[in-house]
């Protein structure tokens, strides 16, 4: 059995609302609402959910990029939810992160030879020639010569800058690498090319993955589990083939019924299955979310699935 790596337990954020003369507070918003998730080494792991649903939050919570209103981050079996926050503790060290917009993590103002060294600057003790190296074996892997170390952002296109993005992720060698959207912005080749090259690493440097996105295909083809969240909680957990293909939960199932298919011949047949999938999110509510429209705490269907419902014994083989 792999290591387990990172567990996060309960983690919350919420974002004050404030009002009225004084400028008090009069309520929150739930970004993220009492989540757990747990890594090991080598594994890839989903995050899915639609615009708003507080996904990108999770990711930006481990790594230390937004405050935790509550909850618990462990590595390796020690909290370290304030060391997530220091910039050059161990736990940043071993946790990196791609963003979806690589261009704006990178100065404008900087030669790609600068911004690949900056990781090995502020952990490492190499020299200049040392970190030379570092940066053109780290481009190498992901398609670019040693000619790109001279370049400036702007001189290459979205998706030779996602896969300098990708390598300046990996030039500490990290346990866990958070993708946020890292493809979403490409066209379908590039997505490809970038997909295959976070495999390759992966397979090499038997690095983790938290791949966010919100195209269920690109998550189904790249990761092992997947979490499902809506409204600042996870819906369903589990198994990746459990997920695709025994959904439980009636969000999972309107977000798989999204999917675009390739079958003219299929048409009908799935605007049928949407259009009772949107009927049943509508009329049977109560089974899926509280009179408050909080999504309920997650229950073990089994080893390899969990599913937030209100009653368990609703469950049926194949999906609700």
């Keep these: ?8 337990k309960n983690l919350k954020v919420h974002y004050p609302i404030r009002s009225g003369f004084f ?17 090991e080494e080598g594994k890839t792991y989903g995050l899915v959910g639609e615009s708003g649903s507080g996904k ?32 050059r503790s161990e736990y940043r ?3 990196q992160m791609i963003f979806q917009d690589a261009m704006s993590s990178f100065n404008p103002k900087r030669r790609i030879i600068d911004i690949m060294s900056e990781p090995l600057r ?3 003790n190499m020299t200049a020639a040392e970190e030379k190296k570092r940066s053109i074996e780290l481009l190498e892997i992901v398609g670019l010569t040693e000619d790109a170390l001279y370049k400036y952002p702007h001189q290459f296109s979205g998706g030779q800058r996602q896969r300098i993005g990708v390598a300046r992720a990996v030039a500490l060698n990290p346990k866990l690498v958070i993708a946020d959207e890292p493809v979403s912005a490409l066209d379908l080749s590039v997505q490809a090319q970038v997909l295959n090259f976070m495999k390759q690493i992966q397979d090499e440097f038997n690095v983790s993955y938290l791949f966010i996105s919100h ?23 589990g198994d990746s083939d459990e997920i695709y293909h025994n959904p439980q939960h009636i969000y999972t199932r309107r977000l798989l019924s999204a999917i675009p298919q390739i079958d ?8 049928r299955i949407r259009q009772e999938v949107e009927t049943e999110f509508h009329a049977e509510g109560a089974q899926f979310f509280s ?18 419902l209100n009653d368990m014994s609703i469950i049926q083989e194949g999906g609700i």
Excluded at 23 to 31: E, G, H, K, S
Excluded at 217 to 228: L, R, S
Excluded at 264 to 271: F, S
């Design 23 to 39: 400028n008090r507070i009069t309520d929150y918003v739930y970004a993220v609402d009492g989540v757990d998730l747990h890594f």
């Design 93 to 95: 060290q071993n946790v």
């Design 56 to 87: 990108s939050t999770i990711g930006k919570a481990i790594i230390g990029l937004e405050k935790i209103t509550d909850g618990q981050i462990f590595y390796k079996g020690e909290e370290v939810s304030k060391q997530a926050r220091k910039r």
């Design 122 to 124: 502020n952990f490492t």
């Design 215 to 237: 195209d269920l295909g690109v998550v189904k083809h790249m990761c092992d589990e997947i979490a499902i969240m809506y409204r600042g909680r996870f819906t369903e957990y």
């Design 1 to 8: 059995m792999a290591e387990e790596l990172i567990t996060v």
């Design 291 to 308: 009179p408050e429209g909080r999504v309920y705490d997650l229950q073990s269907l089994n080893d390899n699935h969990k599913v937030a």
């Design 264 to 271: 003219p011949n299929m048409r009908e047949e799935n605007k």
